[in-house]
């Protein structure tokens, strides 16, 4: 059983104004003149919809739940990286933060192929040392990603260890695999896109066209992206050759970019992520799901190079 799941950003229980109102006063606000075309297929949180003007641009509305991609979205467009350009963004009254950005042609990837890795990390490349320290807002990815598994940032740990005896047995050998790396320090330079999602790369005749749905951008380290893909490469699909040269990729550049203990607690960070969001989106076929994929990461962890102590 397979489940497409897109978690990524921190989620607030914000509510959103209704996209009609939304776009009626975003059309005040800006001197447009969109009508909503329909809704975007796909994701679990603020959702999206496409939008046109007479005179036929199309482009996207995206509620948000913060503005801060913005500035990181601008200097992933100023060195190559494609994302859609955003047109416009602010707040409506009540609060509601928006992003309008280009509408980009392309089909969804479905399924990684160890070349599209190797054009993603190309990519993810791209993201490296692009926020320098002065520039840096309060919080960042590798803060959260630290915190969900050391601070209970979230209360991902504690659903995992309340929701049933497979959740809190997987809860505590991820508690132990983490133990030993208890007050390292993650990179924080890069940007981080927040969504890596399969989902969100839009492919032309084999080649990657654009990477989409920018509104959790960041700081951190462009390796939580990179863990976002290795954690999805240990679905049953990719059990075979593929799928172990995929992650092979994608465990070295990770490496790469921090070591080892990078890898794990970030790896650790995901299988929670992902467990959590099951919980409250896919019912106890999903938990299933990937409470079973949190283990064989944790086993693949513990056969390598660097074993968790048999976690």
Avoid at 243 to 267: C, Y
Avoid at 272 to 288: D, I, K, P, Q, S
Wanted: aromatic residues 8%; contains cysteine.
């Amino acid at each position: 059983m397979h489940f497409r799941l897109r978690p990524g950003s921190k989620v607030t229980s914000m509510m959103f104004m209704q996209p009609d109102a939304l776009l009626a006063f975003i059309n005040r606000q800006h001197a447009t003149a969109f009508r909503i075309v329909a809704p975007l297929a796909g994701g679990y949180q603020e959702g999206a919809w496409s939008i046109t003007e007479p005179s036929g641009r199309m482009a996207v509305l995206k509620p948000t739940h913060t503005l801060r991609a913005v500035p990181v979205v601008r200097r992933l467009r100023e060195v190559g990286y494609p994302t859609p350009e955003l047109l416009f963004w602010g707040a409506a009254p009540d609060g509601t933060n928006y992003h309008v950005q280009e509408f980009v042609q392309g089909t969804p990837l479905e399924v990684l192929t160890p070349d599209y890795v190797n054009q993603l990390i190309t990519l993810n490349r791209l993201q490296s040392g692009l926020v320098p320290e002065p520039e840096r807002p309060e919080g960042n990815w590798s803060e959260y990603a630290y915190n969900v598994v050391f601070a209970d940032e979230s209360g991902w740990a504690s659903c995992l260890r309340k929701h049933s005896v497979e959740t809190a047995r997987l809860m505590k050998r991820l508690a132990r695999a983490a133990a030993p790396l208890a007050g390292i320090r993650l990179p924080a330079s890069d940007a981080v896109h927040g969504d890596w999602s399969v989902g969100n790369f839009l492919v032309e005749q084999g080649r990657i066209r654009a990477i989409v749905d920018c509104a959790a951008a960041g700081y951190g380290t462009r390796a939580v992206d990179l863990a976002t893909l290795l954690h999805a490469a240990y679905a049953d699909e990719y059990d075979g050759d593929s799928g172990r040269t995929i992650r092979a990729l994608l465990r070295d550049e990770i490496v790469s970019v921090g070591g080892t203990p990078m890898l794990v607690l970030l790896l650790i960070y995901r299988v929670m992520a992902l467990v959590e969001f099951a919980v409250r989106y896919h019912g106890e076929a999903g938990v299933g799901v990937f409470a079973g994929i949190g283990s064989k990461i944790l086993g693949d962890l513990g056969s390598g190079e660097n074993p968790l102590d048999n976690a």
